[in-house]
C-alpha cells in the first residue's frame, strides 16, 4: 500500500522543480489530498502511512551526504518498490503491540498466534512482519533487561574459511560448507522450467490474468528457494555462535567478496558459501559478546607463508591442497597453515600486559592441541548435528 501512495504522490509532483526531494516533504502533501483520493489510509495503521516516508528521508539524506562527501559505499537515488519483486514487510511502532502467551495483537487484523516463544525480556520498541514465501514472520526490536553474557574463554584462534571446508581453525576444527544451492540447483532449474510454461501476463498492457497453476508453481519455487536460504542461514549462524561463545580472540581474513564474485568461475560457489554474512555475524556477536575480531590485511599471504619457519612459497596454487615447505620441509593442510598464521597475526595485538598475565591462553594452546580439541568437536556433533565438524591435523 505504501508503495503505491508514495508512486501517486511522486507522479503528482512531477513539474514541480521547486520542490526538493524529500520524505516529510511528500509527508505533508500526501496528508493534504488523504482524505479525497487515499480514504482507505484510514482503515489501516498510522505506521503503513508514516514509516514509508520515514525511511524515504533516510535514504535522501544518504544519497545527498553520499554525493557530497563520495565516502564510504555507493548509494544511489531511492526508487519505489515493485510489487512481487520486493520484501513484503510492514513496521508497527512499540506502542501499538500486545502480547499475551504465544499471541500477538496487530492492529486492524486481530490476535495472530506464533510458534516460538521471545527469547528476551524487555520492551518493545517496535516490530516488523514479513513474508518469506508462504509463511510469515515478525521480528521484534526489544531493550533487553540484562545484557548479553560474555565470553569467559580467553583462548585465541585463526579462522581460515574457503569452499571445500566452510571454516578451518588453527586448533584443527575444521567445519564443511553445506552448499545448499549446489546440492538442490537442478531441482530449482526444473522448478523454474515449468514455471516459464504456466500461464501469466508475458507482455506489457496484457490483461490475462496469472493462472492458479502459475500461482501454484511460483509458490513451489519460492518455497525451495527459501529452504536453500534457511540451510545457509542456520549453518552461519552455528558457526559464529560456536566460534564467539568458545574463543575470545578471533582473527579471519579479510576478503574481497566484491571482486570475488567477478570471476565467473566462482561466483556461484562463493555466493552459496555466504562469507560475507559470516564476517557480519562475527562482527555483531563480537560486539555483543565482548570479543575481539581482528581482521588480517588483505594481502597477507596466509596461505603462501610456512607456519613453522615463515618461509613465503610464492609459486602456490588454488590447486595445491596440501602446502609442502622447500624450506623446513613441512607438509601440513593448506587451510589449516593459513589459519595458524591467522592466529599468530591475531596474537601481535596490543593488549595490556596485565591481562596477559592473568590469562591462561598459554595453558589453553597446550590443551587444545590434544583432549580440548576433542571434548569441542564431541560437543559440537552432540548439540548441532546439521554441522559437519572434523578435525585436520
Not at 548509494?75 to 513484503?88: A, T
Not at 498492457?205 to 525451495?224: E, H, L
Not at 591442497?321 to 593448506?334: K, M, Q
Request: net charge positive.
Amino acid at each position: 500500500m505504501a508503495s503505491h501512495v508514495l508512486h501517486g504522490i511522486g507522479e503528482l509532483l512531477i513539474g514541480t522543480p521547486r520542490l526538493k526531494p524529500s520524505g516529510m516533504g511528500l509527508k505533508k502533501e500526501f496528508n493534504s489530498i488523504k482524505k479525497e483520493q487515499f480514504p482507505y489510509a484510514y482503515e489501516i495503521t498510522k505506521y503503513a502511512c508514516q514509516q514509508p516516508f520515514i525511511q524515504l528521508q533516510e535514504a535522501w539524506k544518504k544519497y545527498f551526504t553520499y554525493l557530497k562527501t563520495k565516502k564510504g559505499p555507493k548509494v544511489g537515488r531511492p526508487k519505489f518498490k515493485k510489487k512481487g519483486k520486493s520484501k513484503d514487510s510492514f513496521y508497527i511502532g512499540g506502542d501499538q503491540i500486545i502480547i499475551k502467551n504465544r499471541t500477538v495483537k496487530i492492529p486492524n487484523l486481530g490476535c495472530v498466534r506464533f510458534k516460538e516463544d521471545i527469547r528476551f525480556q524487555g520492551k518493545i520498541t517496535s516490530a516488523t512482519i514479513s513474508r518469506q514465501a508462504d509463511n510469515w514472520f515478525i521480528s521484534f526490536a526489544i531493550e533487553p533487561l540484562i545484557s548479553f553474557i560474555p565470553c569467559k574463554n580467553q583462548a585465541g584462534v585463526g579462522v581460515d574459511v574457503g569452499s571445500k571446508a566452510l571454516v578451518t581453525l588453527s586448533n584443527g576444527i575444521q567445519i564443511e560448507a553445506p552448499k545448499p544451492l549446489k546440492k538442490s540447483i537442478r531441482k530449482l532449474k526444473r522448478f523454474s522450467r515449468q514455471l516459464s510454461k504456466k500461464v501469466h501476463a508475458r507482455k506489457k498492457g496484457d490483461t490475462t490474468p496469472k493462472s492458479k497453476n502459475y500461482i501454484k508453481q511460483q509458490m513451489k519455487v519460492a518455497k525451495y528457494h527459501a529452504k536453500v536460504a534457511n540451510i545457509r542461514k542456520d549453518t552461519l549462524h552455528k558457526v559464529s555462535t560456536f566460534l564467539t561463545d568458545n574463543f575470545q580472540y578471533i582473527a579471519i581474513e579479510d576478503l574481497n567478496i566484491k571482486g570475488m564474485m567477478a570471476n565467473g568461475k566462482l561466483a556461484r560457489t562463493i555466493s552459496d558459501l555466504g562469507l560475507y554474512e559470516l564476517r557480519r555475524q562475527l562482527e555483531y556477536k563480537s560486539k555483543l559478546k565482548g570479543n575481539i575480531l581482528t581482521f588480517a590485511d588483505r594481502w597477507f599471504p596466509s596461505s603462501k607463508t610456512c607456519s613453522c619457519c615463515g618461509n613465503i612459497k610464492s609459486d602456490l596454487t588454488l590447486k595445491d591442497r596440501t602446502y609442502h615447505c622447500n624450506e623446513c620441509g613441512l607438509i601440513i593442510d593448506r587451510d589449516l597453515n593459513a589459519a595458524i598464521n591467522l592466529e599468530r597475526l591475531e596474537q601481535t595485538i596490543k593488549i595490556p600486559q596485565a591481562l596477559r598475565e592473568f590469562t591462561t591462553v598459554e595453558m589453553t594452546a597446550l590443551l587444545t592441541r590434544n583432549g580440548l580439541v576433542s571434548s569441542i568437536v564431541e560437543s559440537v556433533n552432540k548439540h548441532q548435528p546439521n554441522l559437519i565438524v572434523s578435525r585436520v591435523g
